[in-house]
């Protein structure tokens, strides 16, 4: 009506309202992100590395050791997280008694529910692995009612650890010497006697090899839940062959216990063990 009209200027017409709705989702979705995805993501990160390094740090903490001389007595080892688990980790409350050779304590193997002794060999004994090494060889491979039978071991790292059959009733220097109030009957002593001679005689005489144990006193004889005196501890022990003599000069063993004839000649015989035997009572 007034002549040609003036162009038409699209950028100040206003915008469509879902368009601009559109464009608010978005942004808001981004700031979203921002804030809170991303602290998230990095979280949910910190964690999954943790979870790793932890995974790898209980792998290395069970890592195990195996050498060739282990090959023919690998049936009888036992997984380190087992003995862990069944000790509750080694804690103190746990502990049955400790000396020269370390520690042992109390267990329960969690899937049998056996209760179990593990010794500890100490590191800081200089023959700790030639003593863990001469126990897996001796009582690994025999078997007799007064010995305490060796259950397994295992090995990690610069732990040595030796697992039996646990006795109720412990070691019998504490009813000998120790305590006024638990005592031994006459006939419970005569049975321990026997018991620990017939097994005396099984590894001077009977077994495939003689076995000098070097070490027999009255911490050493186990009572069982019958009190039937059981022989343990064989890290002194020592192997020869039958009708042989014996080839070591080194005295061992406990001073006060040792017979006459091996603190002078330092041979260890059959002969000696029982008056380290006869010493002990």
């Known amino acids: 009506m007034k002549g040609k009209a003036p162009p038409l200027e699209l950028q100040k017409l206003p915008k469509l309202p879902e368009k601009q709705k559109r464009i608010t989702m978005i942004r808001s979705l981004g700031a979203l992100f921002i804030v809170v995805l991303i602290p998230l993501m990095f979280i949910f990160l910190l964690i999954f590395i943790f979870l790793v390094r932890l995974i790898f740090k209980r792998r290395r903490k069970f890592t195990e050791e195996l050498e060739d001389w282990e090959t023919e007595f690998r049936k009888n ?3 380190y997280k087992d003995l862990y688990s069944a000790t509750n980790g080694f804690k ?5 008694g400790s000396g020269g050779f370390g520690s042992v304590y109390k267990g329960v193997m969690p899937n049998t ?5 593990v010794k500890r060999v100490s590191n800081q004994s200089k023959q700790g692995l030639k003593e863990f090494v001469s126990e897996i060889i ?7 009612r007064n010995i305490v039978p060796l259950l397994g071991y295992c ?6 650890l030796l697992v039996y059959d646990y006795m109720p009733n412990g070691s019998l220097d504490k009813y000998l010497y120790n305590s006024s109030e638990v005592t031994l009957t006459w006939k419970q002593r005569i049975t321990i006697i026997k018991g620990v001679a017939s097994a005396l005689f099984y590894l001077h005489e009977d077994w495939e090899e003689v076995v000098i144990h070097r070490d027999i006193k009255a911490s050493n004889v186990l009572l069982d839940a019958e009190h039937n005196g059981r022989i343990g ?3 002194l022990a020592r192997l020869r062959g039958h009708g042989t003599d014996p080839q070591t000069t080194l005295v061992a063993g406990t001073w006060g216990y040792l017979a006459p004839d091996h603190v002078r000649t330092g041979k260890a015989t059959t002969a000696t063990d029982v008056l380290h035997l006869a010493c002990s009572y």
């Open 233 to 235: 501890d064989f890290g």
């Open 92 to 96: 103190e409350k746990h502990l049955l």
């Open 155 to 160: 090995r990690r790292k610069e732990e040595l």
């Open 113 to 117: 529910k056996k209760e179990i002794a």
């Open 138 to 144: 001796t009582i690994g491979r025999m078997s007799h």
């Open 77 to 79: 080892r036992l997984r």
